[in-house]
């Protein structure tokens, strides 16, 4: 059974670009949240997907934004990259339990 | 406002000896409290969870956690550390919302070290 996966391992982009990052949950999990989290800092919430909504947001502007698919993949997109923006995106899934379930993220750079 | 406090950036212990990773946490209602470990270059890995019942929760690779309400703590806790427990440990808290869905406020994280 296939874990949480997360495409692609590495990105690096440049400020002003756009990027998309992508997911695919747990089989068997309808939900989908995205975290990001920086060098030394644990994980803040940007957002949570369910039934192709989004269900939750965290304290993320709106150059953050996402999309869930009916097979309940995700996808994170940022625009207008700033620098502050490069991290480590992970992405959860899960269902009717309480603990979600991660990725081995993405690690973007923004040079 | 809702928070996770891990007072401890780093933890050293000699491998063999038990270990103790420190979580204290601010929410209302009723915490839902999680462990996660995270090894260098990859996600977080899921270790135990507290949602109701027995205080003692006892989770993945021998670890166990207490929640004590009175002390808002849910310290992790292993009776005998090995080396390759050494890793970064999250704690994080769910807000009660009503369902088991719902984002996770996670703490800093804590370094465990544990030497032979």
């Known amino acids: ?111 | 406002a809702q928070s996770v406090a891990q007072p401890e950036d780093q933890v050293n212990v000699a491998e063999g000896n038990p270990l103790t990773v420190k979580c204290t946490y601010s929410v209302s209602g009723n915490p839902y409290l999680f462990w996660y470990v995270q090894y260098p270059n990859r996600g977080l890995q899921f270790l135990l969870k507290y949602i109701t019942g027995d205080n003692l929760v006892k989770g993945s690779y021998g670890f166990e956690a207490e929640f004590n309400k009175s002390q808002t703590s849910f310290h992790l806790k292993k009776p005998s550390a090995l080396v390759s427990d050494s890793a970064l440990y999250f704690c994080a808290v769910r807000p009660d919302y009503g369902g088991s869905q719902g984002n996770l406020i996670f703490g800093k994280g804590t370094k465990l070290s544990v030497k032979p």
């Open chain 1, 1 to 111: 059974d296939a874990g949480v996966t997360q495409s692609p391992t590495h990105l690096i982009k440049t400020r002003g670009q756009q990027v998309t990052l992508r997911c695919s949950p747990k089989s068997g999990h309808d939900t989908v949240s995205w975290y990001q989290q920086a060098l030394g800092q644990g994980p803040q919430f940007i957002f949570q997907y369910y039934e192709e909504e989004e269900r939750q947001r965290g304290n993320f502007p709106d150059r953050f934004s996402g999309h869930q698919f009916p097979n309940y993949s995700s996808e994170l997109n940022v625009n207008a990259l700033l620098l502050g923006d490069s991290a480590l995106y992970l992405c959860a899934s899960s269902s009717t339990s309480y603990e979600q379930y991660f990725g081995p993220g993405t690690r973007l750079t923004v040079t």
